[in-house]
């Protein structure tokens, strides 16, 4: 059996995100002295969260950790660029020395697809139907 843990690494205003990220990479060396089997940091694009790039976050981690494997809780594929999500991770591993893992997952906020929508990123033939496309970007543009 093997043991981890993740978090979204959520966020006030009462703590400065400088402070709150210093206590995210404790977390992950702590859980690594303890000998946790994995650590998972969440990705978010919204401001009650921390980590919008996981695997820069997972970089830092991996120069302050042994062990622990580091991952992603979840990268969103249907709102990002598969392929760059993998040279992202393909570096970490690098990093880290083979402590790399990436866990994929298709859920997403639709404010995260509308963030995607602007970057020009929109959800060419991943996951959703071209049907599920117009429907997102009208609402993307409504929202606007």
Same mark, same amino acid.
């Given at each position: 059996?093997? $043991?981890?843990?993740?978090?979204? %690494?959520?966020? #006030? *205003? +009462?703590?400065?995100?400088?402070? &709150?990220? =210093?206590?995210?990479? /404790?977390?992950?060396?702590?859980?690594?002295?303890?000998?946790?089997?994995?650590?998972?940091?969440?990705?978010?694009?919204?401001?009650?969260? $921390?980590?919008?790039?996981?695997? %820069?976050?997972? #970089? *830092? +981690?991996?120069?302050?950790?042994? &062990?622990? =494997?580091?991952?992603? /809780?979840?990268?969103?594929?249907?709102?990002?660029?598969?392929?760059?999500?993998?040279?992202?991770?393909?570096?970490?591993?690098?990093?880290?020395?083979?402590?790399?893992?990436?866990?994929?997952?298709?859920?997403?906020?639709?404010?995260?697809?509308?963030?995607?929508?602007?970057?020009?990123?929109?959800?060419?033939?991943?996951?959703?139907?071209?049907?599920?496309?117009?429907?997102?970007?009208?609402?993307?543009?409504?929202?606007?």
């Amino acid at each position: 059996m093997e $043991l981890g843990i993740y978090t979204f %690494v959520e966020r #006030s *205003a +009462a703590v400065p995100a400088e402070q &709150r990220m =210093r206590e995210l990479m /404790a977390e992950i060396e702590l859980a690594d002295q303890v000998g946790l089997d994995v650590f998972g940091v969440g990705e978010h694009h919204r401001p009650d969260y $921390l980590v919008s790039a996981p695997a %820069v976050v997972l #970089s *830092a +981690a991996s120069q302050r950790t042994k &062990r622990i =494997r580091l991952t992603s /809780a979840v990268s969103v594929l249907s709102s990002d660029d598969p392929v760059r999500v993998f040279q992202e991770f393909s570096t970490v591993d690098l990093l880290s020395g083979g402590r790399a893992e990436i866990m994929a997952g298709r859920g997403t906020f639709i404010k995260s697809i509308c963030s995607s929508a602007a970057r020009g990123t929109l959800l060419t033939r991943s996951f959703f139907s071209t049907a599920s496309s117009i429907t997102i970007g009208s609402y993307c543009r409504a929202a606007a």
